[in-house]
Every structure is written in C-alpha cells, then in structure tokens.
C-alpha cells in the first residue's frame, strides 16, 4: 500500500523558464513564469531530480516573474545548466530576510559586491529603480574576476546613468576588453577605500565572499561607518529553509531563517 506524505512547504512545484541568459562561462540567468510576494536578499530552493537541492538568491524584482543566476560550480547547478527555454524547474520559496528597505528610505546607498554576491543586490538594484523617490544618492561598487567573468553586462550602462557605478577586475586578460562597460584592474574593496568618504546618510549593503565582506567591513568601520549602518549577505550551505536541519547554523542562528540577510551588529551578537 502507498502511503501518500505531506510535505507541506517543503513541497517544490514546476515553474516554466521563460528566458535564459548565459552570463558568463560559469554562470547563467533564468527567468521563471511565477508570480510570488518577495523582497530583495531572500532565496528559494531549485531541484535537480535525482540529484539534489540548491539555494539559489532571486535577482529580479517583480511580481510577474522570478530571475535567478545561477553559478555552475557542483552537481546540481550543472545540471540546471543544461535547462532551456520552455522547460519547467522545480522550486520552492522563498525563504530568508530581506533588506529592510522601507526602513531605510531617504539615505545614501553603498551597494557592494563581489562575483556571484552581485547577483542579489540586482534586486536592490530594482527595488530601489521601481521606488527611486525614497532613496538618495546609489553607489554601486562591483568587483570580479575579470570583465568576461562579469554578471549582468548589458545592464551597466543603465546602471551607471542612474547611478554611479564603479568596477574592478582581479585580472585584465585584455588591456581594451570590451566586455563590460567601464572597470579597470584591481579590487572591489580598492573602491571602498577610495571612493568612500564619510558615513553621513549613508547605508552599505555588502555581498560576496567572505574574505571580501570582512576586508569591506574593515574599511567602513575605519571610515566611521556604525555597524547598525552596514547590511550583509552570510552564505552557508543550506538544506531545508526552514531550520529543522540544523545545516547553517551559526553563531546561534540560522542563516536560513535568521538570515542571510543581516544588520551587522544583529549578525555579531553572540
């Protein structure tokens, strides 16, 4: 006899990939037909049958469909590689914080990111395009490991006319590549240290490896910048969603559900 199991939330369900992007050689974004409630900095879990689950960051904002970029680095995220237009992805979500935009409306904004951590602040990004009005001056510091490597590239020339928008690369394979918009070599945080001046009106949103986080921390910290001023991203391996596995703990919390989005002193509590 079958025994029929409800898995409730845990339950993904097929959305069909209306449009797909290869954004680098390692990296890809796919548009879903799936109308969902959601805030920028939160995630939603993709399946491979067979194999496995993978938490994947939504880097759109919109109530008519999901974007995600997904990086090719293990068995999962290959497999969804091999995915088309036309095809269905089993998801669920999302789940997460988010960053608290409507309490930080009327500040200047520092959006910093390193490789596939720019891909969530592309929802900030939107986010902040569709309320423009409630936000002041946006800095977008982007870092990567080289322009080919770069995501979103059709979208910084836009970006750069909003806003400001500055750019570095780990390595300059070609003096004159024209593969992104403006950027020269060296490092996300040479940005920071050069272009940041003060802390006045002003929040960080910071998102990447981890190396880069601390460093960028560092550098705001001595620029005067008030942990309750910074917001990150914490990435850990997470399962479940919703803190039953116990996966992501840390430091007392669960990143799944605790964050991974967090207020820097809220993340630094013991």
């Not at 399946?47 to 880097?59: L, M």
């Not at 979500?93 to 608290?100: D, F, I, S, V």
């Not at 840390?250 to 799944?256: E, N, Q, V």
């Given at each position: 006899?079958?025994?029929?199991?409800?898995?409730?939330?845990?339950?993904?369900?097929?959305?069909?990939?209306?449009?797909?992007?290869?954004?680098?050689?390692?990296?890809?974004?796919?548009?879903?037909?799936?109308?969902?409630?959601?805030?920028?900095?939160?995630?939603?879990?993709?399946?491979?049958?067979?194999?496995?689950?993978?938490?994947?960051?939504?880097c759109s904002d919109s109530r008519n469909y999901v974007?995600?970029?997904?990086?090719?680095?293990?068995?999962?995220?290959?497999?969804?590689?091999?995915?088309?237009?036309?095809?269905?992805?089993?998801?669920?979500?999302?789940?997460?914080?988010?960053?608290?935009?409507?309490?930080?409306?009327?500040?200047?904004?520092?959006?910093?990111?390193?490789?596939?951590?720019?891909?969530?602040?592309?929802?900030?990004?939107?986010?902040?395009?569709?309320?423009?009005?409630?936000?002041?001056?946006?800095?977008?510091?982007?870092?990567?490991?080289?322009?080919?490597?770069?995501?979103?590239?059709?979208?910084?020339?836009?970006?750069?006319?909003?806003?400001?928008?500055?750019?570095?690369?780990?390595?300059?394979?070609?003096?004159?590549?024209?593969?992104?918009?403006?950027?020269?070599?060296?490092?996300?945080?040479?940005?920071?240290?050069?272009?940041?001046?003060?802390?006045?009106?002003?929040?960080?949103?910071?998102?990447?490896?981890?190396?880069?986080?601390?460093?960028?921390?560092?550098?705001?910290?001595?620029?005067?910048?008030?942990?309750?001023?910074?917001?990150?991203?914490?990435?850990?391996?997470?399962?479940?969603?919703?803190?039953?596995?116990?996966?992501?703990?840390?430091?007392?919390?669960?990143?799944?559900?605790?964050?991974?989005?967090?207020?820097?002193?809220?993340?630094?509590?013991?």
């Amino acid at each position: 006899m079958k025994i029929k199991v409800d898995i409730g939330p845990y339950k993904p369900e097929p959305k069909k990939i209306i449009s797909y992007k290869r954004e680098a050689p390692d990296s890809f974004t796919i548009r879903l037909d799936w109308q969902i409630e959601h805030g920028p900095g939160q995630f939603v879990f993709c399946s491979a049958p067979g194999i496995g689950e993978s938490a994947i960051s939504i880097c759109s904002d919109s109530r008519n469909y999901v974007d995600l970029n997904i990086r090719e680095v293990g068995n999962v995220t290959n497999e969804l590689g091999k995915l088309q237009v036309g095809d269905e992805l089993l998801v669920r979500g999302p789940y997460g914080t988010q960053y608290p935009m409507q309490d930080l409306k009327g500040n200047d904004f520092l959006i910093i990111g390193g490789g596939c951590g720019v891909a969530p602040l592309r929802g900030v990004i939107k986010y902040i395009d569709g309320h423009r009005e409630d936000f002041n001056d946006i800095s977008l510091f982007l870092g990567f490991r080289s322009p080919e490597d770069a995501l979103f590239k059709d979208e910084h020339e836009d970006w750069d006319k909003r806003h400001k928008l500055f750019m570095k690369f780990d390595k300059m394979e070609h003096e004159n590549s024209t593969a992104c918009y403006t950027g020269s070599q060296g490092f996300v945080t040479d940005l920071v240290k050069q272009e940041v001046h003060d802390n006045t009106n002003k929040i960080a949103i910071v998102c990447g490896p981890p190396i880069m986080i601390d460093k960028t921390v560092e550098i705001l910290r001595e620029k005067g910048f008030h942990d309750d001023q910074i917001f990150l991203s914490a990435e850990r391996l997470m399962y479940c969603g919703m803190a039953r596995c116990g996966r992501c703990m840390i430091r007392g919390k669960y990143t799944c559900v605790d964050g991974s989005v967090f207020r820097l002193d809220h993340f630094e509590d013991e």
